[in-house]
């Protein structure tokens, strides 16, 4: 499986961006994806990420502002970020597992076997 993220951009604070994270290489993709990110001088941080059956689990930061969801039909799974704020300004990464992760592992990038080639967020004005 291949996993291609694209969307980012500059944007300025207060704005929204949707992310998008194509699966390719056979026809279901991965069970459980998520989104981290990664600021420079900073670890990778855990964003959210969705299990099949619709599970999500949002990290605090992202919580009422970001969303995942998928589209079955184009096995795209997307990022929908509102009310970006300057410490959002990072590189995204989409990940990929082969199982449905239980909750408690979704948020771990150990988990995850396949990862995109990132896109990067800049919130700026």
């Known amino acids: 499986v291949q996993l291609q993220a694209s969307g980012g951009g500059l944007v300025q604070p207060g704005g929204s961006l949707r992310l998008s994270c194509a699966a390719s290489?056979?026809?279901?993709?991965?069970?459980?994806v998520a989104w981290f990110r990664q600021a420079p001088g900073k670890e990778r941080e855990f964003v959210a990420a969705r299990r099949s059956g619709g599970i999500t689990v949002h990290a605090d930061s992202a919580k009422g502002r970001f969303t995942i969801s998928r589209d079955n039909a184009k096995n795209t799974w997307y990022l929908q970020m509102n009310s970006l704020k300057p410490e959002d300004s990072a590189v995204y990464y989409c990940?990929?597992?082969?199982?449905?992760?239980?909750?408690?592992?979704?948020?771990?990038?150990?988990?995850?076997?396949?990862w995109g080639q990132g896109t990067l967020v800049t919130v700026s004005s």
């Open positions: 990940a990929g597992a082969e199982s449905s992760l239980i909750t408690g592992s979704m948020r771990s990038s150990t988990r995850y076997h396949y």
């Open positions: 290489g056979r026809t279901s993709g991965p069970s459980t």
